[in-house]
Structure formats: structure tokens, C-alpha cells
């Protein structure tokens, strides 16, 4: 059974940092695409970033780029966001989530994903 959980949302400032965990349990990162979705209150839910690590594959939603970094372990087999230079708009609820197909053909488009965690909170302030 495919079980995504997070963890590492919180409270910071504006520029300051945060690292998101994703821990994964039931499949392999190394064969997945596995992205992060934030949906900000009482907006939609918007890719942020997506890797698939047995292609080396990694993008970015231009919002994010130059300032988030997603990773992957295959021997932790979990996937990371770090995040520099937080600003408010970046104040959302975070979600990892799975392709169960593989590929990343479509990465930030949420209706790709088949599995979702629970998510973790970000809250940026100024």
C-alpha cells in the first residue's frame, strides 16, 4: 500500500528557510515521479516542483525557481523541498504526491498524481 507522509512545515520569517520531508512506503522514488503541491487558503492547488530520479529529472514552477531545491534518496527512498528565501506568497498547506505511471510527462499538473500525503503547513510572515 502507497503511503506518502510529511513533515517539516512550520512558522518563519520572511527569507528565512525551511525543508520539507516526504517519506514514502509501498514503492520506490527511484520509479515514480513524485512532485509538491501547495494550495495557498481559498486558492487552487499549484505544482511546485517534480522529480523523477530514475531519468534524473527535475522542474520547477517559475515561482519557486532560484529559491526551492527538490531532491530525492532512493536509499532513504523519500523526497525533499528545500526552501531559501520564503516570501508570504509561499504560505500555503504543502503536499507531496505520486504518479503511479512513472513518468513525469505532465508534472505540475495536479490530475497526474494518483497517491497524495496529508500535507504539512507553511506559514511565511512578515
Same mark, same amino acid.
Given at each position: 500500500?502507497?503511503? !506518502? /507522509?510529511?513533515?517539516?512545515? $512550520?512558522? /518563519?520569517? /520572511?527569507?528565512?528557510? !525551511?525543508?520539507?520531508?516526504? #517519506? #514514502?512506503?509501498?514503492?520506490?522514488?527511484?520509479?515514480?515521479?513524485? #512532485?509538491?503541491?501547495?494550495?495557498?487558503? @481559498?486558492?487552487?492547488?499549484?505544482?511546485? &516542483? +517534480?522529480? =523523477?530520479? @530514475?531519468?534524473?529529472?527535475?522542474? =520547477? &514552477?517559475?515561482?519557486?525557481?532560484?529559491?526551492?531545491?527538490?531532491?530525492?534518496?532512493? &536509499?532513504? %527512498? @523519500? /523526497?525533499? !523541498?528545500?526552501?531559501?528565501?520564503?516570501?508570504?506568497?509561499?504560505? +500555503?498547506? *504543502?503536499?507531496? +504526491?505520486? %504518479?503511479? $505511471?512513472? $513518468?513525469?510527462? =505532465?508534472?505540475?499538473? &495536479?490530475?497526474? *498524481?494518483? =497517491?497524495?500525503?496529508?500535507?504539512?503547513?507553511?506559514?511565511?510572515?512578515?
Amino acid at each position: 500500500q502507497v503511503q !506518502l /507522509v510529511e513533515s517539516g512545515g $512550520g512558522s /518563519v520569517q /520572511v527569507g528565512g528557510s !525551511l525543508r520539507l520531508s516526504c #517519506a #514514502a512506503s509501498g514503492y520506490s522514488v527511484s520509479v515514480h515521479c513524485v #512532485a509538491w503541491f501547495r494550495q495557498p487558503p @481559498g486558492k487552487e492547488r499549484e505544482g511546485v &516542483a +517534480a522529480i =523523477y530520479t @530514475g531519468s534524473k529529472f527535475i522542474t =520547477y &514552477a517559475d515561482s519557486v525557481k532560484g529559491r526551492f531545491t527538490i531532491s530525492g534518496d532512493n &536509499a532513504q %527512498n @523519500g /523526497v525533499y !523541498l528545500q526552501m531559501n528565501s520564503l516570501k508570504p506568497e509561499d504560505t +500555503a498547506m *504543502y503536499y507531496c +504526491a505520486l %504518479n503511479w $505511471g512513472g $513518468g513525469c510527462n =505532465y508534472p505540475l499538473r &495536479a490530475q497526474e *498524481y494518483d =497517491y497524495w500525503g496529508r500535507g504539512t503547513q507553511v506559514t511565511v510572515s512578515s
